[in-house]
Nanobody
Framework: QVQLVESGGGLVQAGASLRLSCAAS????????MGWFRQAPGKEREFVAT????????YYADSVKGRFTISRDNAKNTVYLQMNSLKPEDTAVYFC?????????????????????WGQGTQVTVSS
């Protein structure tokens, strides 16, 4: 059974940093793209960042560009999201996702329907 488990969320003040982790089990995703999405209360889930299988190509939503960094450790089957200079508008449940269909793809996947596996989410709350 494939599982993605996020961790690292919490309550912080504006300007602080958090590092989210997403550990995959049940299969390896070292050949697949992975991504982070978020959903704020009353809003639709939105794309945050994605990383290719090798970890050398990334893409970010404009709202987080320059503040967030996605990375991965394929040996650990884990993807990370380093979040700096957090703002109250970053408050949301953050979800990790894995693209399971295509291997060694060079594409950036930014739509949630392009991902096949999802974690349960971790809450990030940024106070002003």
């Amino acid at each position: 059974q494939v599982q993605l488990v996020e961790s690292g969320g919490g309550l912080v003040q504006a300007g602080a940093s958090l590092r989210l982790s997403c550990a995959a089990s049940g299969r390896t995703f070292s050949s697949n793209a992975m991504g982070w999405f978020r959903q704020a209360p009353g809003k639709e889930r939105e794309f945050v960042a994605t990383i290719n299988w090798r970890g050398d190509s990334v893409y970010y939503a404009d709202s987080v560009k320059g503040r967030f960094t996605i990375s991965r450790d394929n040996a650990k089957n884990t993807v990370y999201l380093q979040m700096n200079s957090l703002k109250p508008e970053d408050t949301a449940v953050y979800f990790c996702a894995a693209h399971g269909k295509f291997y060694y793809s060079t594409r950036h996947y930014i739509e949630d329907y392009e991902y096949d596996y999802w974690g349960q989410g971790t809450q990030v709350t940024v106070s002003s």
